[in-house]
T-cell receptor, first 113, second 112 residues
Framework: NAGVMQNPRHLVRRRGQEARLRCSPV?????VYWYRQLPEEGLKFMVY????????ESGMPKERFSAEFPKEGPSILRIQQVVRGDSAAYFC???????????FGSGTRLTVV | GESVGLHLPTLSVQEGDNSIINCAYS??????FIWYKQESGKGPQFIID?????DKRQGQRVTVLLNKTVKHLSLQIAATQPGDSAVYFC???????????FGTGTSLTVIP
């Protein structure tokens, strides 16, 4: 059983470019969560999705950030026109039902230069 | 060794000693708590969880204690080993919640 798969593991973007982060949940999990972690800080919730639906995006910045979880394929976190402050580790978690049975991926480390 | 979360974010212990990592949570409505271990360059790894109807839960070498009166959670690691070196986070949520709220973490270093 594969766990949560995130790719790429490392992503370098220049200021103004777009970053696309992918997350494939554990097989059978229909709930996906994205978190951001700044250096030496805890994880901060960004968005919660189920297939084709955004359930809670209260942690997402209002501009430049979007997320989707299509019927087929991985969940995508998209950051447009990246700035240096977007440099962080982005973690995806999945669960079969709500917040019970959460499993985290290994994260994507985004560096904006 | 013992830490007090935000006030002492690092903890060093001798191999074989017991470790205690503390966490204060803020939301009295939280009813489910998890301790996570995060090694450098990796994602959070589940260690142990506890629901608010319990005040103690034991796993293999780990024990979580929950004091709802003072909103305090602790993780005890018995016979700490070098492989236990990592950052430890407590996380809280509620039955109706859509997310976990993470503490800032405590860095545990085990000295061989």
């Amino acid at each position: 059983n594969a766990g949560v798969m995130q790719n790429p593991r490392h992503l370098v973007r220049r200021r103004g470019q777009e970053a696309r982060l992918r997350c494939s949940p554990v097989k059978g999990h229909s709930h996906v969560y994205w978190y951001r972690q700044l250096p030496e800080e805890g994880l901060k919730f960004m968005v919660y999705l189920q297939k084709e639906n955004i359930i809670d995006e209260s942690g997402m910045p209002k501009e430049r950030f979007s997320a989707e979880f299509p019927k087929e394929g991985p969940s995508i976190l998209r950051i447009q026109q990246v700035v240096r402050g977007d440099s962080a580790a982005y973690f995806c978690a999945s669960s079969p039902s709500g917040t019970y049975g959460y499993t985290f991926g290994s994260g994507t480390r985004l560096t904006v230069v | 060794g013992e830490s007090v979360g935000l006030h002492l974010p690092t903890l060093s212990v001798q191999e074989g000693d017991n470790s205690i990592i503390n966490c204060a949570y803020s939301n009295s409505a939280s009813d489910y708590f998890i301790w996570y271990k995060q090694e450098s360059g990796k994602g959070p790894q589940f260690i142990i969880d506890i629901r608010s109807n319990m005040d103690k839960r034991q796993g293999q070498r780990v024990t979580v204690l929950l004091n709802k009166t003072v909103k305090h959670l602790s993780l005890q690691i018995a016979a700490t080993q070098p492989g236990d070196s990592a950052v430890y986070f407590c996380a809280e949520t509620s039955n109706t919640g859509n997310q976990f709220y993470f503490g800032t973490g405590t860095s545990l270093t085990v000295i061989p």
